[in-house]
């Protein structure tokens, strides 16, 4: 839908709209969903440097903005980001860990953390245990690249919420 709504390649059209505007370090790439189709995998499949995931998660944090300029709408940030009302009830059954963590949800690509003053943190999570962690409450973006899980899902969100609490500010 994006490639026909904007006549632009899904790389293209991410380089022009985030990867430039964000000043990206490096040159991302994006998993295919075939090398005959090279179609990108977009639920998963964009591969980045630590530090261009951060200033994803910059951006994320200062809802949307770049540098004072507005690269995504804070309203579509906020919509992103919130939990759900919408939400189907069968995450349990999709992923029966969630039962245990009553306090994550899920919300268009990014896991939320809910907080009991009602604020949330949020995480984009990949393949391998790779993660954009950010804390608003703390000021503090965590990113963890690497080869292999390690850890659950869950215990790499612990651990970068355990960072951010120690490196943030309250």
Not at 151 to 161: D, F, H, N, V, Y
Request: net charge negative.
């Amino acid at each position: 839908i994006l490639e026909r709504a904007t006549g632009e390649r899904i790389t293209d059209y991410l380089q022009r709209k985030l990867w430039t505007p964000m000043g990206m370090e490096y040159g991302g790439s994006w998993s295919l969903d075939s090398e005959a189709s090279g179609f990108e995998k977009l639920e998963s499949g964009l591969n980045a440097r630590a530090i261009d995931f951060a200033k994803l998660g910059l951006l994320v944090l200062n809802d949307g903005r770049h540098n004072g300029e507005v690269v995504v709408p804070s309203a579509w940030m906020q919509a992103m980001l919130a939990p759900s009302v919408d939400a189907p009830d069968d995450y349990q059954a999709l992923m029966p860990w969630m039962k245990h963590h009553p306090d994550v949800y899920y919300a268009d690509l990014w896991w939320g953390l809910r907080r009991d003053d009602g604020q949330h943190e949020v995480a984009a999570r990949g393949n391998h245990g790779q993660l954009v962690y950010v804390s608003r409450r703390h000021q503090v973006v965590v990113v963890r690249n690497g080869l292999r899980y390690g850890i659950g899902p869950m215990e790499w969100m612990r651990l970068a919420e355990a960072v951010a609490t120690g490196l943030g500010r309250p």
